[in-house]
């Protein structure tokens, strides 16, 4: 079981945050779909009844798949971004230490002596 939660723990704190997050969102935008309800003369008592409520699935729904996509829009931005960087020679990339063993290679022919 040790083994287990050292292997997946990160997925399984990341899942809790995603849907600690997420419960969070549920409750907020229930609480913006009350005060719209309100300010349109509904009374709606709690949010268990406005969860009850066709309109705020739909509400909720929409907002969760706009919130979605604005962050893969974002994360799809970063990858793409690292990824060119990284290819071009950037300090992150991986040629960048092939380079110095390059150098490393002449400075030693210089002086005589091998690596080897």
Same mark, same amino acid.
């Given at each position: 079981?040790?083994?287990?939660?050292?292997? @997946?723990?990160?997925? @399984? !704190? %990341? *899942?809790?945050?995603?849907?600690?997050?997420? %419960?969070?969102?549920?409750?907020?935008?229930?609480?913006?779909? %009350?005060?719209?309800?309100?300010?349109?003369?509904?009374? $709606?008592?709690?949010?268990? !009844?406005?969860?009850?409520?066709? +309109?705020?699935?739909?509400?909720? *729904?929409?907002?969760?798949?706009?919130?979605?996509?604005?962050?893969?829009?974002? !994360?799809?931005?970063?990858? $793409?971004?690292?990824? @060119?960087? !990284?290819? &071009?020679?950037?300090?992150?990339?991986? +040629?960048?230490?092939?380079?110095?063993?390059? &150098?490393? +290679?002449?400075?030693?022919?210089? &002086?005589?002596?091998?690596?080897?």
């Amino acid at each position: 079981m040790h083994r287990h939660l050292r292997q @997946y723990g990160l997925a @399984y !704190v %990341i *899942g809790l945050l995603f849907l600690l997050s997420w %419960i969070g969102q549920l409750f907020t935008e229930a609480a913006v779909y %009350i005060d719209e309800a309100r300010a349109h003369g509904q009374h $709606i008592a709690s949010v268990w !009844v406005a969860f009850h409520e066709a +309109d705020f699935w739909e509400q909720f *729904g929409q907002s969760t798949f706009e919130n979605w996509q604005s962050e893969w829009l974002q !994360v799809a931005t970063f990858v $793409i971004a690292t990824a @060119y960087l !990284v290819f &071009k020679g950037s300090a992150e990339s991986a +040629d960048s230490e092939e380079r110095i063993e390059a &150098k490393l +290679d002449i400075l030693l022919e210089e &002086k005589g002596s091998s690596r080897r």
